[in-house]
């Protein structure tokens, strides 16, 4: 699916439909050409669709009407090409131009303006990093235009492979995977009045977008926050839990007692229930059954919810987009008697997304609850968006950063889900309201500042020691992870100009570009098309064949040596972590975890009400005013303590470190070598090389992503075993439950032998993980040379001149130093498309 289509669903306010479209790969070329039947399958309710067909019926009159559209491809090719060079060409005397004015600005001045100007300048120069500046000093070349010329390349270039063989058919899928876009995830924890919302809407520089103040304590919505790089409107998307689920809720929500009222009011399960039914059912959930709480009178607001699907709500505004996905998000404790209905319950997650942010094109901003919810959707999304985060911001008020209970309780809670669990490189821990100083009244601005800079200092310090104190999450992160930020939010957002000393907030802002822009896609995206060219026009203008046979068995030789080599190191952990897990589990039988638990030494009624919860949750707790009790992770503790460490340092999160990616890194099919030795075959061995980076880089993201899963199969092992134990443990009644849920928890331990079944289910994930590296480089590589090699290109087009022109991008993205007549190379380009555009020879022929 492609922007075009999606816009136009959006635009016939269609918005629900996108998924299904984008499922079945619906893009421009095909729009047009879908059938009755077809539209029938993709909308089955009659009013999308009539309305659908409506839309599709003036979008075709449109394109026959328009003459634009109907000149030759034969043209329509060139004269692109003409355009790209063109733009690029112009672009250069542009910056050249603005260049010259900026020098003028910044020489030196008497004026008190003249010399602001210059110092701001000079203080925005030394905030980019030196790559960075490097690129933007590159005569007519910034990385937008570089990736937008490039990718208009390659569509043309696609649109000219015919699908006819195998080799056309790899190639088009090549260029089709091209366009993946891939999303880092930056996740934001913090207490109820940390500031959150605050701090969001401070970076995103959208004051009334995220509603700040006093989120309802029952509130388990995931919020996602990222760029619309599709309209310049302000959208919300919404997911629901399904209708199945809020049954299975609205089931056990009646299985509370009617008994000893004043018991239940103090039950925490019971709170968070009924806060649920009021918000959405105002006060007549008191009168119905769980079945007659599912009447669709209740969703007229929301048939999605009803019907399984998302709905999208639209907005010019932020302040208007605010106003109608607070109901989705919040309740609103300042509503007093009004009656006014709440959907909070219901959702699962609200995306967010904000024209004219172009910092978020590749980064989103995920608003997260503390901690894990007994609906098994919303855990299972929250678990995996946490997982899936490079970056955790924790935030907190600056007044008690260091001691802050409560802020420091959620980042030991997801350490190992965000560390060894997850993907997440970085730790900010944000302190908020940095600008608040007591008796400020009394005191100069030279006073207050000083009060704030010296407070912020402490603050740092505090924050940083606490951290070394704590070894739950030091042995999932390097201290090089963890940064101290101070905010303040509001001061921002009024636009009173703070120093860096008293609000950081520009430096989060940078972050996020800076995550953005090592995101961008420019690099790879320019690489591997010149790859894919290097292909087409090797194949295309093969000359002494012989050689081909000799240069495929040289490859296939290398790789086996370095599948051989590889397999060689990744046993070797293997081992390591076989004899660590034995370990692990020895200490786990003999640990004493479990009884400490379940003899915790407090008043049996006391602690028999904490271990029903436990057992009724499936091992979890979450007490109003205390710690998260996790029994399932006590059980795996041992286990994971004895791999920790070395897990850490072997799957370490990022992209160069860490004993799996090292491996793959050295890797290698010495193209480079091959080139000298087989001249005639460089272009295809040109190829080799950028789809061997490709490979290696989608490995490094497979073992991203199954290190997760290996990682965490110890808990979940215990999980699953454990879930029928607890529901055992969980029928105990009457006289003497305590002791019976006591000894069904500890026989069910016992008899099952969860350490070594959990030890021997992480050693299988790690084993087909281990399998999944070789085999995606053996079967990926093979398949790329053998046809490279082997297979007839004579059907491919020419594409030499595309060649040399995205080598020009690629050399320019190097920095090579071709940019001193890149304007000699570009206006030859010109000329010889006016040639193509005049003559309409065949690409080659004397012009």
């Known amino acids: 699916m492609d922007d075009f289509v999606r816009t136009k669903l959006v635009e016939w306010g269609l918005s629900e439909w996108v998924e299904r479209f984008k499922d079945e790969q619906i893009d421009a070329e095909s729009l047009c050409e879908l059938d009755d039947r077809e539209i029938d399958n993709l909308i089955p309710k009659a009013g999308p669709r009539v309305k659908f067909k409506k ?92 990736l937008s010329d490039v990718k208009s390349i390659m569509a043309l270039v696609n649109a000219r492979i015919n699908d006819e063989d195998n080799l056309s058919a790899f190639l088009k899928k090549k260029i089709s995977d091209l366009e993946t876009d891939k999303r880092e995830l930056v996740g934001v924890f913090g207490k109820t009045g940390a500031g959150k919302s605050s701090l969001i809407n401070a970076i ?201 209970k409560e802020a420091w309780e959620i980042l030991e809670s997801v350490s190992s889900l ?77 636009g009173k100009h703070l120093s860096p000393e008293e609000s950081e907030i520009n430096k989060l802002q940078r972050f996020l570009q800076d995550l953005n822009d090592c995101h961008s896609e420019t690099v790879n995206y320019v690489n591997q098309a010149h790859g894919i060219l290097s292909l087409i026009q090797g194949a295309n203008s093969r000359g002494v064949e012989d050689k081909n046979g000799e240069v495929c068995e040289e490859l296939e030789r290398i790789m086996i040596c370095q599948l051989d080599t590889l397999n060689k190191e990744m046993e070797k952990s293997y081992t390591f972590f076989q004899k660590r897990l034995d370990d692990g589990v020895e200490k786990s039988k003999h640990s004493g975890k ?81 080139i000298e030795k087989f001249k005639n075959t460089e272009l295809q061995l040109r190829f080799l090389k950028t789809e061997e980076e490709r490979i290696k880089s989608k490995l490094i993201r497979i073992i991203r992503r199954q290190k997760k899963i290996v990682y965490s199969s110890l808990t979940e092992t215990i999980v699953n075993i454990m879930e029928e134990g607890y529901k055992k443990a969980a029928e105990c009644r009457g006289e003497g439950s305590l002791y019976n849920m006591r000894e069904t928890i500890k026989n069910h331990v016992h008899s099952k032998d969860i350490f070594e079944q959990a030890k021997n289910t992480m050693l299988e994930k790690l084993r087909i993980l281990m399998r999944d590296i070789l085999d995606t480089l053996q079967k990926n590589m093979k398949e790329s040379f053998e046809l490279s090699f082997k297979t007839d290109g004579s059907s491919l087009p020419d594409v030499s001149t595309e060649l040399d022109m995205v080598k020009k991008r690629y050399d320019q993205l190097a920095g090579t130093p071709d940019n001193e007549v890149s304007l000699t190379g570009f206006a030859d380009q010109v000329e010889t498309a006016e040639a193509w555009t005049q003559t309409g020879l065949p690409r080659g022929s004397a012009v």
């Open 594 to 674: 479990l009884k400490n638990f379940l003899y915790p030494g407090k008043k049996g009624c006391a602690f028999h009400r904490v271990l029903k919860c436990v057992v009724k949750n499936g091992g979890l707790y979450k007490p109003k005013n205390g710690t998260l009790i996790n029994l399932n992770m006590k059980l795996a503790s041992c286990l994971t303590d004895s791999i920790d460490e070395e897990f850490r340092k072997t799957f370490l999160n990022g992209a160069s470190c860490g004993a799996f990616n090292r491996e793959i890194k050295t890797f290698s099919l010495n193209t480079d070598s091959l």
């Open 55 to 146: 839309n599709l019926k003036l979008l075709k009159e449109e394109i026959n009407t328009n003459q634009e559209t109907v000149i030759s491809f034969q043209l329509s090719y060139k004269l692109a090409q003409y355009c790209i060079q063109l733009n690029t060409f112009y672009l250069h005397c542009k910056q050249e131009h603005e260049e010259a004015a900026d020098l003028v600005q910044v020489m030196p001045s008497t004026s008190d303006t003249g010399k602001r100007k210059s110092d701001l300048q000079s203080d925005a120069s030394r905030l980019q990093s030196p790559a960075k500046r490097q690129r933007q000093s590159m005569p007519g070349f910034t990385e937008p235009v570089i």
């Open 204 to 404: 995103i520089e959208e004051k009334n977008l995220l509603p700040s103040g006093s989120i309802n304590d029952g509130n388990s919505v995931v919020i996602k926050v990222e760029a619309n790089t599709h309209n310049f409107k302000y959208e919300a998307e919404i997911e629901f839990i399904t209708k199945e689920e809020w049954k299975d809720e609205l089931w056990s929500f009646r299985q509370f007692p009617d008994n000893n009222k004043d018991r239940e009011m103090e039950d925490d399960d019971y709170c968070d229930a009924v806060k649920k039914l009021s918000a959405l059912y105002g006060e007549e959930w008191k009168k119905k059954s769980s079945g007659n709480l599912m009447d669709r009178k209740y969703f007229k607001e929301i048939p999605e919810f009803l019907e399984s699907s998302r709905k999208i709500l639209t907005c010019e505004s932020a302040n208007e987009l605010s106003a109608q996905f607070v109901k989705y998000t919040r309740s609103d404790s300042k509503q007093g008697n009004e009656a006014k209905i709440w959907f909070w319950p219901l959702v699962k997650c609200v995306t967010v997304r904000v024209p004219n942010k172009p910092f978020l094109q590749h980064v989103t901003l995920v608003d997260l609850p503390g901690s894990v919810n007994c609906n098994k959707s919303r855990d299972q999304m929250w678990k995996g968006i946490v997982g899936d985060c490079s970056t955790v911001w924790i935030v907190t008020e600056i007044n008690r950063a260091a001691a802050e």
């Open 418 to 494: 965000i560390g060894n669990g997850g993907k997440c490189q970085k730790i900010h821990f944000i302190c908020t309201k940095s600008d608040l100083v007591d008796d400020s009244d009394d005191l100069s601005s030279a006073d207050i500042h000083d009060q704030i800079v010296k407070r912020n200092i402490q603050a740092k310090d505090g924050v940083r020691k606490e951290f070394n104190k704590r070894t739950k999450i030091k042995k999932h992160f390097r201290d090089d992870s963890f940064k101290v930020f101070t905010v303040s939010s509001k001061e921002f957002l009024k």
